[in-house]
T-cell receptor, first 114, second 116 residues
């Protein structure tokens, strides 16, 4: 069985500040890990994913995440927040060969303040 | 089409009625997924298809829920005898291969179902 825990349902940062959204996973097999973003009235959009290889993954809009097996974590970061980053972010896990059958976390709402 | 299209966007139905939710995937996409998202929760897997074949329906909560994709393109998720607990956002996604993880799943905007 797999699961994802996102710490903090709401995170607020100032524009220009570091964004850090936390994700921890549980998986009995090597995981594939994803971050999705959801803007209001839109569908989920893939930000980045980790499958194999380099543990530091770069995504769209300046976001990146690092897979740390020892910590079972896949935290999402962005050096400098922009107002347009305000959205809901979901971490998800899938097992090897599980295709896009994803197990999602409960989401983190990011607020960016002036 | 240009993206995954779901209809209707909003559906209000009375308890006990049947509803059908439609998903039109990106043209040519092989795999199609259904998820359900309750308020304040992440999306929860329901079922998925490769072409017209239903590969996994382990996430369907009970036998009131069913899905089909008869021609390997448009899919319908049907909920019979709806209950208030069925109220949620229903999301569809499609991807271009048989679910391989090197391809991205594209999500539609979802159908917000409210059972009153």
């Amino acid at each position: 069985a797999q699961s994802v825990t996102q710490l903090g349902s709401h995170v607020s940062v100032s524009e220009g500040a570091l964004v850090l959204l936390r994700c921890n996973y549980s998986s009995s097999v090597p995981p594939y890990l994803f971050w999705y973003v959801q803007y209001p009235n839109q569908g989920l959009q893939l930000l980045l994913k980790y499958t194999t290889g380099a543990t530091l993954v770069k995504g769209i809009n300046g976001f990146e995440a690092e897979f740390k097996k020892s910590e079972t974590s896949f935290h999402l970061t962005k050096p400098s927040a922009h107002m347009s980053d305000a959205a809901e972010y979901f971490c998800a896990v899938s097992s090897t060969g599980g295709g896009n059958k994803l197990t999602f976390g409960t989401g983190t709402q990011l607020k960016v303040e002036l | 089409g240009a993206g995954v299209s779901q209809s209707p966007r909003y559906k209000v139905t009375k308890r006990g009625q049947d509803v059908a939710l439609r998903c039109d995937p990106i043209s040519g996409h092989v795999s199609l997924y259904w998820y359900r998202q309750a308020l304040g929760q992440g999306p929860e897997f329901l079922t998925y298809f490769n072409y017209e074949a239903q590969q996994d329906k382990s996430g369907l909560p009970n036998d009131r829920f069913s899905a089909e994709r008869p021609e390997g393109s448009i899919s319908t998720l049907t909920i019979q005898r709806t209950e208030q607990r069925d109220s949620a956002m229903y999301r569809c996604a499609s991807s271009s291969n048989r679910g391989g993880l090197n391809t991205e799943a594209f999500f539609g905007q979802g159908t917000r179902l409210t059972v009153v």
